[in-house]
């Protein structure tokens, strides 16, 4: 199973509601986002006066560039596939991929707030919500992104951007099912916005006439992975030392030297 | 100051036997009252509250509140609604932000300084409501009840509206709804097709949608706007006339980029054009037309080529357009639009459009002009009216015929600010900002100043507030019960069901706020007319309203907020359903009897014609204090045509002021937006940002006031109401 | 009547500075109230300044309610520091620091009487006042996790904008008695 969401920008009428619903669902702060509408054109195409939207949010890609950066502790977890029953225990550290769903998650109690995945997603799908801060690991925040709503989709709901999009231009579901309405979509040509450099599975599909399309993927696609995530594969690497850190209690004074080494790489 | 010792030295040492009493005795107030790392957990397993009715703006979807412990965490559409379903639109969804805004009004404040430059202090609601009472009193003895004056707005401003107006007998009431809005739509098409047209076109089920100036999508009402995307979805053709590639035309088969003010002349040329080809719907006409002939023979100047010229639009556009029309007549939803009050000349404009659905038979019929028919027996809960009744100045002035309800705004501002024909001396404003909803505002300023006494009632501190003696907090519209909404199931052609909902708080009101029978009531009864109360408090007025339909606040309850009923098939055209191209009632009073196209003024050299209109995730002036809608879109920028940017050197993202042709310059700037979508003679900005209130934290300072720069007034002959469209600006880099 | 010669206890010191946030008013913003301020400041080591009033008249009552006003309720330009913790960590009103608080209030067993939101200054005053009651020391918690964190820019902003000295006397007195002491702290002074 691998769940997705294709936004049908022919539907979308720009009107930002998934945005504020997710806000209030999930206590996402005034300044950050888990998703995003962004306003393009008008502007000419090849097709033609075009004027769309970017309806964005996490790709829960199939391979994801923010799951491998993570430096925080590798655990055993065991996934449980909610149809099945059935169990799969993987090493992770503190973001990973679910092997039953598809999707990409955070798990909060470990994540340190480093913002290494936030750095190494070419979507810039995730933030780092400093007033999160976990006291016990010492961290500068938590990394905080699009979950698909999987509490919510469990409940049987829709996730809250889907169910208040009064255009229904986002629909949710199944890749791997032939006949879900996402596999259709995708069948008509909806596609990720992928590009030579930048071509991780995406598994958030865009559809819509040619103008707005190619108004969409000209302005929105990503060419270039992001610079630091070479760093941070590199702090990944460096991960055995981190957990000695961690165990010699100086986690803090090391996540606060890792802090300022990634705000000076900005500069 | 640093005190010279640590907590446990002070503890040690200190005793307070010096002071006149012990400390104990001076604490008064009774006191009011596991770490883990933050995981949201979602709203879904929240205390769910029904009955919910959205006022982020008029539409009204309906709602239901995710309540935590006694918090509003989430607002949804209600499930069971059949008009917005489960869909909000981002104003909706960011409700939770006004309910909890830092800056909201928490108690009753007496302004201490000036008017325009508050000093507050807060005082207590007895004191409050005494001072209003009093005040309100001393100018209906003085200038009576005419000398009052007042500016709602929303849903709460109706029960002291009508107490003022019914009660106390003062006909100086203005809507911004009206004058500054629709009401030029309705009397208009009152005086056309004997209605007035709501935004009742049945897009859903349409051949064709034909929008003039209408930005669905930017302008975001659920129910309507997924009519449109449903007709849209089904094949139907769209056109948008827009001087902006707006964002409907950006979805539309036909963007007409008409020159600005001319859209009556282009309905003129094109019903010509479909007469001329013989294409409009004669047994229509024969049947419901009055007039017909009058009509033809006057639009006959109309052709296309004079058309074409006039609008600034190929000829060809205009053919195709009228021929798109008549060629899919009657299933075409001629929208009759909502803000409609742009150049001074909108009632001949609307009158056009009402003409342009006679003359396709648009009406009745699948996808065209249809009323849906909601339930009946909701009762009226009123203020009785009083014994004198005074005329407004314009029906005694025998000017604006087809005023819409209440007093054109200027004839208030003009008769406080020159004394004539009478002072008005206090001034009530309730929900509404007139500063950022009227032009001119140093006229609406110089207004206020001369008035004896000036009260705000409000939920934030908007920019008039700052002109209150006495500023009232009221309770929000998810903190109190009041608006009934009835209606039909959203697409007109579905399974036919009525429903009727009440509003009903989802939670209770914090501080001090109150709601408007409170506030009116105590008023009422401070100024003598505590025996024409009709309710004792909203509840009441709401159950007493609902026993009509044989419901109460109860059985909506258990009803999950919403009552259905099967519903009547809306469509067929009524037998006496007339439709006046040329009324001669309208000859009588002075001004044309067939639609007639008035030439508006032509843009100076050097400027634009401003042109506003909304923004998704703003109403109005009122949402812009909001902090997810602010971060949504924290300004507004302005468009401008791009050959026109590289003339004058400007570029994406500049920062620019805007000036206008009498030389008022903006209070902030804004980010230029340099696109091909937007004609050369006109710049384009989004309305409801720039608040001139520094107490509105979020919203101060971010983005540019339209308003501000709307000073030359353009009053709609016909109807008193403003056009806000006549003004011309240039960009001058910041 | 005459004070009480027992030592202070921490608890009625809380309770006390709750009171000096509440608004002003005559029932309460009284001479005796202001003299006991006044010997709190003298026992700090502090000899009131002049500017704090002599005797309270109605002018200078309404001086304070207006400072108080613009301070914390609603003020021109804007509410220049409300007394919200929420404000300071979220940027919203009435958000996640909240409930966090109010969680906070119920695992020790206390809960809001009043319709003021949890994470307000008097409210939290109130609760550590409560907790010191129970055990002395008892709020040291509290103080590191919940209410430092936003009370240093609290303090700030009103000791940067307020106009009458009582307002910015009465913070300061706030900030002494909720300061995380460390132990080097103890040994001298400031
Ligand atoms: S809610 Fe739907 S229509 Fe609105 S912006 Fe989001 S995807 Fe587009
Ligand atoms: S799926 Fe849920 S978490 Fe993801 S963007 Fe939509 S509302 Fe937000
Ligand atoms: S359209 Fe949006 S703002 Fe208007 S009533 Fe509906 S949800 Fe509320």
Redesign the pocket.
Known sequence: MQYG?VIDIKKCVGCHA?TI??KA??EVPADKD??WVHRLGPDNTPHGLASTYYPG??NHCNEPACVPVCPADIIQKTFTDKKSGKTKTLEVAATYKDPFNGTVQIDKERCLGCGACADACPYNARYVNENQINEELGSEGTAD?????MP?VEMGLE????QTCLARA?I?GDLDDPNSEVSRYKKMGAKSLSSVNVNIGSNGLYYGNKRDMALLTATSTPQVMPEANMRRILMAKMKPGFNKAKKLGMLGLVGAVAMKGMKEDKE | MAFNLTRRKFLQTATLAAASVPLANVVTAQAGVAKSPFTPSGTMADKTMVGGICEMCFWRCQLVGKVRGNKLMKLEGNPKSIDNGQSICARGNAGVQLLYDRDRLKYPMKNVGQRGAPKWKRISWDEALDTCAKKLKATEQKFGAKGICMFPHGASAKYPMQYLEHTVGTPNVSEASFFQCRGIRDTAFLATIGTPPGENVDMANAKVIFGLGCHFGENVHVSHTKRYLKGLENGAKLIIVDPRFSASAAKADEWVAVKPGTDTALMLGMMNYIIQQGKHNKAFIDKHGIGFAEFKESIAEWTIEKTAQTCDVPADQIKRVADLLADNAPNVSIHPGRHVSWHGNDFQRQRSLGCMMGLLGAMGVKGSFVKGKGPKGVGKVGWPKGEHHVEAMHVAAGIYPYSPPGTPTDLIRDAAITGAPYPIKSCVIWGQNPIQTIPNQQKTIDMLKQMDFVMCVDVMPTDITMYADILLPEASYLERYDFIKTGTQWDLSGKQQQYISARMPMVMADFERKDQVYITNEIAKRMGYGDKIPVSALPEMVDMQLAGAGLSIAKLIAEDGIHLQPGIDPYGVADDLLVYFNNAEIADYGYPASPTYIAVEEVPAGHFRLLYGRSPVHTFNRTQNNVWLHHAMPENPVWINDEMAKELSLVNGDRVYCVNSEGVKSRNTTIVKVTPGIRKDCVYMAHGYGTKNPAMSVGAGAGIDDQALITILAVDPETGCHGMRNNFVKLVKA | MSATQEPIRLAEIFRFLAQTMRYPESSWFTDDFLSVFKELLVQLGHVPQKSLPAKITDAILEEIQVDYTRLFINGVPHVVAPPYASIYIDGTLNSTTADKTREYFRSHGFDITTNEFPDHLVTELDFIALLEDEKQGSSEEFLRLYFRPWFAQFRDLVLAEAEVSYLKTAVEVIDFFTRIETEADSGQAA
Do not use: G, Q
Request: hydrophobic share 30%; aromatic share 14%.
């Open positions: 969401m998934c619903a997710c669902e999930w888990r998703n949010l996490c992104k699009c979950t698909y709503c919510r996730p809250a951007c889907v986002r949710f």
